[in-house]
C-alpha cells in the first residue's frame, strides 16, 4: 500500500495532530466582556442615581429652625472708666522705736487696741536720770534764792552787778539741767506719735532695749492711700480731683470711693507709666495697707454708643462678628428668621457690655447665647426661655 496513492490520508506526519478553530473559547470571552460591560455600566448608573437623589434628598430637606435667645443693639451713653491695679498704703503708718538704749521696766499698752496721740506705751529705766533731774532743782532753787538775794542788794546799791549776774548764769545752768534732764526722762517713756491702730509686740520686760529696735507698729487706719500706675498714653486724661473707685479682693463685690489726690510730675523712663495717688476715706476701718486694688478712674463721659451683650460677640482670630437676625416673607404669607454673621468692629466692654464701633445700628437684633451651633444663613426662633444674667459673675469660694 502506498500511502501517496490513498485519498484519505495526506501527507503529513502521523504524529503531527490536526489543529481546531476556537470558536467556542471566543464566543465565551464575548459573553464575559459583555457582562463585564453590562456589570460596570450598573454600577456607575447606580451610583450617579443615587448621588441624585440623595442631592434632591437634601435640596428638599431644611433643618428645622433653632431657638435661639436675642438682644436688641441699642445706643447709650455709658461710663468712661480707666481701670488700673495698685495697691493700699496707710497715710500715717510706723515702727514705733525708742531714741534712747534702756533697760525696759513696764509695758503701758495692749496688743491691737487703738490708742491716742501721746499715749505712754513702754518705759524704760529712768533712775540715774530722775536722780539727776532731782539734783538739778536743788541746785535751782539755791540758785533761786541768791539770784533773789543779789537782786535785792544791787537794788540797795549794796551789792555789785556782777554779783546778781553770776547768781543769774548759776540758775541758768540749773535750769537746762533740768530741762535736759526732763528730755532725757521724756525720752526713755515712749508714746505713741499718732492716733492708730497698735501691731504685734515685739518687746518684753526686762528687754534691754537698743535704740531704733522695733517695740510695736502703728498705723492709722482712717485715710488710706491708694498708688497706682497708668500709660503715658492714658495719662492726659487723669486730673486731680476726678473719682477713683476701689475694689478688693478681701471684700468681693463692694467698692470704695476716693479722690485722685496727685499724679507724679515724671514719667517713668524704664516703663513709660505715670503713678498716681488717690485718697480714700475708710471709716470703718476695714482696708489695710498693702492690699491689692483694683482701681477704676470715672473719666467724662463719651458720645452715646451702640452696645450689645458682650455674650453676643464671637471673638475669632479673623476678627469679631455677630449674628445679625433678619426678617423674610414666605410665599404663604408667614414670616421666617435667619441669621447673618456679620463682621463688627468692638471697642471697651464695661458692665458685660460690648461697644460695637462699626457693623450694627440702634435697632438691630442679635443672637445672645448659643453662636456655636449657628452657620450663616441657618433658620432661627425666638426662645422664650430668659438670657443669661449679664455679666456672668463666677461663685467665689
Do not use: C
Not at 491695679?85 to 491691737?112: E, M
Not at 416673607?329 to 435667619?338: F, Q, V
Amino acid at each position: 500500500m502506498n500511502i501517496l496513492t490513498e485519498p484519505k490520508i495526506s501527507g503529513k506526519p502521523i504524529t503531527e495532530k490536526p489543529h481546531k478553530r476556537p470558536v467556542r473559547m471566543v464566543r465565551w470571552f464575548i459573553i464575559i466582556g459583555t457582562l463585564l460591560a453590562l456589570l460596570v455600566g450598573g454600577l456607575v448608573w447606580f451610583n450617579y442615581f443615587r448621588g441624585k437623589m440623595i442631592a434632591q434628598f437634601f435640596a428638599g430637606m431644611k433643618p428645622p429652625p433653632i431657638s435661639v435667645n436675642v438682644a436688641t443693639a441699642k445706643s447709650e451713653t455709658i461710663p468712661n472708666l480707666l481701670t488700673a491695679v495698685g495697691d493700699l498704703a496707710a497715710v500715717h503708718q510706723v515702727n514705733v522705736t525708742s531714741d534712747v538704749n534702756g533697760r525696759i521696766t513696764d509695758i503701758l499698752f495692749k496688743a491691737g487696741t487703738s490708742v491716742k496721740a501721746g499715749t505712754p506705751l513702754v518705759q524704760l529705766f529712768d533712775g540715774p536720770e530722775q536722780g539727776d533731774l532731782a539734783n538739778f532743782k536743788a541746785q535751782q532753787r539755791v540758785a533761786q534764792i541768791s539770784l533773789d538775794r543779789a537782786k535785792q542788794l544791787a537794788e540797795r546799791q549794796v551789792g555789785p552787778q556782777a554779783t546778781v549776774d553770776n547768781a543769774q548764769a548759776v540758775f541758768d545752768q540749773a535750769s537746762a539741767g533740768i530741762a535736759k534732764t526732763e528730755a532725757i526722762i521724756s525720752q526713755k517713756l515712749v508714746r505713741a506719735p499718732f492716733d492708730g491702730e497698735l501691731g504685734v509686740r515685739r518687746v518684753e520686760v526686762g528687754q534691754y532695749l537698743t535704740a531704733g529696735t522695733q517695740i510695736v507698729s502703728l498705723t492709722d487706719l482712717s485715710v488710706l492711700f491708694a498708688n497706682f500706675t497708668v500709660t503715658e498714653k492714658d495719662s492726659g486724661q487723669l486730673k486731680v480731683g476726678q473719682i477713683v473707685r476701689i475694689a478688693v479682693d478681701a471684700y468681693p463685690g463692694r467698692t470704695f470711693e476716693g479722690k485722685i489726690t496727685t499724679i507724679e510730675p515724671q514719667i517713668a523712663t524704664e516703663t513709660r507709666n505715670i503713678r498716681v495717688q488717690a485718697t480714700i476715706q475708710n471709716p470703718d476701718k476695714i482696708l489695710k495697707p498693702g492690699m491689692f486694688a483694683t482701681t477704676t478712674v470715672v473719666l467724662p463721659d463719651k458720645p452715646p454708643v451702640v452696645t450689645v451683650p458682650e455674650t453676643a460677640i464671637d471673638y475669632t482670630l479673623y476678627g469679631d462678628s455677630v449674628y445679625l437676625i433678619s426678617e423674610k416673607k414666605e410665599e404663604d404669607g408667614k414670616t421666617s428668621l435667619s441669621v447673618t454673621r456679620t463682621f463688627v468692629q468692638t471697642g471697651n466692654r464695661i458692665e458685660g457690655r460690648a461697644e460695637v464701633l462699626k457693623g450694627l445700628k440702634d435697632g438691630d437684633r442679635v443672637v445672645a447665647v448659643g453662636q456655636l451651633k449657628l452657620q450663616s444663613g441657618a433658620a432661627v426662633t425666638l426662645s422664650n426661655d430668659p438670657v443669661p444674667p449679664i455679666p456672668a459673675k463666677p461663685p467665689r469660694y
